[in-house]
């Protein structure tokens, strides 16, 4: 069972590989991830990439604006994968 | 300072290295709710850029309506993520950074894009998540050691086009890049050409050797 609290450690390693430079374990979860961490569209669309492949979803395009801080992605991957809290 | 004005139809844009030196200029200086906004940002270098790409933009509405200088420029940003110009409808603006460069453009003659990435970049998405079918198709055929550069080309295209249209939530897999590099399409989930939008041009840079820059409009 997939909780809240692995999508957020998941999202936090997918991170910590695409910018290795910044400690993406300080990032704000409430602020936006291009401004936390330096990201720019295609580190964006890597970070989705990584993240739906390791969960075997597709996120539409139209959802990406739904990934752009921790807390938001975590909530909206919980919706999802179904992944209870915790 | 790296920097070029193009007139295209009504349209200028420049490149600024970040944190590039500038003599201060009161019609450049960032709004309250900019400086808020960058004191925002946690990232120094993300915070750089923000700052150099709205006084780079500020410069360049000047050039071209001189008259902003009195009466104040107010920069608005759509929910889309598209900037506006308070009370200025007629122009269109757009902003791209990348690391270490911001590039700006302003058009009077209808909505702009513009993009830059550095020529070496690499590390792009699995192509199925941003190509059309067209484009695989057209991929397949391109040698393997000019895949990189063509790939960053599409790339930057489709952020340029992403800027021009309306609607910035457009799938990129919707957006199709001419094999010359010249135009883009939007075409439906098929490959099928939209008919009823125009098609937008694309102008293309290479920036002091270093950074590919793209326009669409």
Redesign the interface.
């Given at each position: 069972v997939t909780t809240t609290d692995d999508l957020r450690t998941l999202l936090l390693e997918v991170l910590a590989d695409i910018a290795p430079e910044t400690d993406a374990s300080t990032v704000d979860p409430t602020e936006d991830l291009r401004d936390e961490l330096d990201l720019d569209s295609m580190d964006e669309l890597n970070m989705i990439t990584r993240v739906s492949e390791r969960l075997g979803i597709d996120v539409p395009e139209d959802d990406y604006p739904r990934m752009r801080t921790l807390d938001g992605a975590v909530a909206y991957l919980a919706g999802r994968v179904g992944a209870p809290a915790g | 300072v790296t920097g070029v004005v193009a007139p295209w139809g009504g349209l200028v844009w420049r490149t600024r290295s970040v944190g590039a030196r500038r003599p201060p200029s009161g019609g450049s200086s960032l709004s309250r709710s900019e400086l808020a906004r960058a004191a925002?940002?946690?990232?120094p270098?993300?915070?750089a850029r923000?700052v150099t790409g709205r006084r780079l933009l500020r410069e360049l509405l000047l050039e071209v309506r001189p008259e902003l200088l009195e009466e104040g420029i107010e920069l608005l940003v759509e929910p889309s993520g598209r900037l506006q110009v308070r009370g200025h409808p007629e122009l269109e603006v757009s902003i791209s950074?990348?690391h270490g460069l911001v590039a700006a453009a302003v058009s009077t003659s209808g909505p702009v894009g513009i993009d830059v990435?550095p020529v070496g970049?690499g590390?792009?998405?699995?192509s199925e998540?941003?190509l059309t079918q067209g484009e695989r198709i057209q991929l397949a055929e391109v040698p393997e050691e000019d895949r990189r550069a063509w790939l960053l080309r599409r790339?930057v295209a489709k952020?340029a086009v992403l800027k021009a249209v309306p609607s910035r939530?457009?799938?990129?897999?919707r957006i199709e890049i001419a094999p010359d590099g010249d135009r883009a399409l939007l075409v439906d989930g098929r490959g099928t050409p939209e008919l009823e939008t125009p098609t937008l041009r694309l102008r293309w840079h290479v920036v002091a050797d270093r950074h590919l820059l793209a326009l669409a409009r």
């Open positions: - | 925002a940002i946690s990232h270098a993300a915070r923000f950074h990348t990435e970049r590390g792009l998405p699995p998540t941003w790339w952020e939530t457009l799938p990129r897999r």
